[in-house]
């Protein structure tokens, strides 16, 4: 079993509709969580950090944690064609400085 | 401020070859790591290391070796290059581990 699972996609999204990402993680301690998106041919750039349970909205952008289920969600409102891209959920690991990622989630926004 | 900054961006090897790619941050953090990105897949670590000094294996270290020179750099080897190790390698590095990753830009290998 991988330390950071996510649903490889592609997931189509009509464009104004909310895209929906998810993320499962097995350490029980990890503490911080991150959603990464990564254009194609570039490097990660960092969309939402979370570090407690419960909702963090920035924007069109809100991440959920819930460390009893062990997920994380990305929520993307009134999604865009600029928001295709592909999503990497990352998890900081309570053993040491270990952040693991997940195989990314493919986000196409149909117009 | 340049940031994260790995070399070189580009490199073919023939099997059996080896090389080093380097990788250097300007923003005096602690914690640096290595990871691959096969196509279509997600990032995979190979090594990291939580501070000057130390260095630990992650998901991924067969055919690797690392070295935290200093504070600033972290480099990683490939001893003797496979097909298998044809990838994307990023650099990056974090201050605290709570705190968002600094990627570089990805060096390209091809090894044939």
């Known amino acids: 079993q991988k330390e950071v699972e996510q649903n490889s996609g592609p997931l189509s999204v009509p464009e104004g509709a909310i895209a929906s990402l998810n993320c499962t993680y097995s350490d029980r301690v990890s503490q911080s969580f991150f959603w990464y998106r990564q254009y194609s041919g570039k490097s990660p750039e960092l969309i939402m950090s979370i570090y407690s349970n419960g909702d963090k909205e920035d924007g069109r952008f809100t991440a959920q944690l819930n460390k009893a289920s062990q997920y994380v969600s990305l929520l993307i409102r009134d999604s865009q064609p600029s928001d295709s891209a592909t999503y990497l959920c990352a998890v900081t690991y309570s053993s040491a400085s270990k952040i693991i990622f997940g195989s990314g989630t493919r986000l196409s926004i149909r117009p | 401020n340049a940031g994260v900054t790995q070399t070189p961006k580009f490199q073919v090897l023939k099997t059996g070859q080896s090389m080093t790619l380097q990788c250097a941050q300007d923003?005096?953090?602690?914690?640096m790591y290595w990871y691959r990105q096969d196509p279509g897949m997600g990032l995979r670590l190979i090594y990291y290391?939580?501070?000057?000094?130390?260095?630990d294996k992650g998901e991924v270290p067969n055919g690797y070796n690392v070295s935290r020179l200093n504070k600033r750099e972290f480099s990683l080897r490939l001893e003797s290059a496979a097909p298998s190790q044809t990838s994307v390698y990023f650099c990056a590095s974090v201050n605290k581990k709570e705190t968002p990753l600094h990627f570089g830009n990805g060096t390209r290998l091809t090894v044939t």
């Open positions: 290391s939580a501070s000057e000094g130390t260095t």
């Open positions: 923003m005096n953090h602690n914690s």
